[in-house]
């Protein structure tokens, strides 16, 4: 069953403006930011290694690592990069996501399917540099459509996911501006938090 919780001050005042709207929202990030203990890293640093740190799977316990991506305002966790191995430039996959979407201004959960039968399914391909995606199913898409947040999209160049669920898995978390979010995130102007488990439905 889907379930879809909108943030409340959806029905906000009229006369709220956009910029009203971007200046809640970089409040709402710093404070998410603030209260988990997030310690924000560059892209420069993080391509030294394409490590970030965690306190699931190290290797520095102590800190909780999220690279920033600056041109947009993404910032991403790798937990775990994958048992498989990268997509290649004109290859397209199919994929499972099991994953939960939080509004980062309560923390509430919007909506997540860990525990339906069936993950949410999508699929991306690669030409150069360009990554493009879709969904097929799930909740993701009866809820907000084919289209796949950009910020899903962007952790594909770091990412390795398996075939099966568990350690070949890919897992990341994501802190998202409207902008980079669903088509619904990007109208009403509000960020969310995902933290998605991805893996590849065959063996390529």
């Not at 937990?79 to 290859?91: F, L």
């Not at 039968?117 to 898409?141: C, H, K, L, W």
């Amino acid at each position: 069953m889907l379930s879809l919780v909108l943030p409340m001050f959806l029905s906000c005042d009229e006369e709220e403006t956009y910029a009203d709207q971007k200046e809640r929202e970089a409040r709402q990030i710093n404070e998410w930011l603030d209260n988990n203990g997030i310690d924000v890293i560059s892209m420069s640093d993080f391509l030294q290694d394409t490590i970030t740190d965690n306190p699931d799977t190290g290797p520095d316990f102590s800190r909780n690592e999220y690279v920033l991506f600056s041109d947009n305002g993404v910032y991403m966790q790798i937990v775990r990069r994958g048992e498989g191995r990268m997509i290649n430039s004109g290859e397209m996959w199919n994929l499972n996501a099991r994953y939960v979407e939080r509004y980062i201004g309560t923390g509430d959960t919007m909506t997540m399917n860990l525990y339906q039968q069936e993950p949410d399914q999508f699929y991306v391909q690669r030409n150069g540099g360009n990554y493009a995606a879709s969904f097929t199913s799930g909740i993701m898409m009866t809820g907000y459509g084919n289209s796949v947040p950009n910020a899903w999209i962007m952790a594909f160049p770091f990412i390795k996911p398996g075939v099966l669920n568990g350690s070949p898995s890919a897992k990341i978390r994501l802190i998202v501006p409207h902008n980079q979010g669903t088509q619904t995130a990007a109208s009403e102007v509000y960020p969310t938090f995902y933290e998605i488990i991805i893996s590849k439905q065959k063996y390529n």
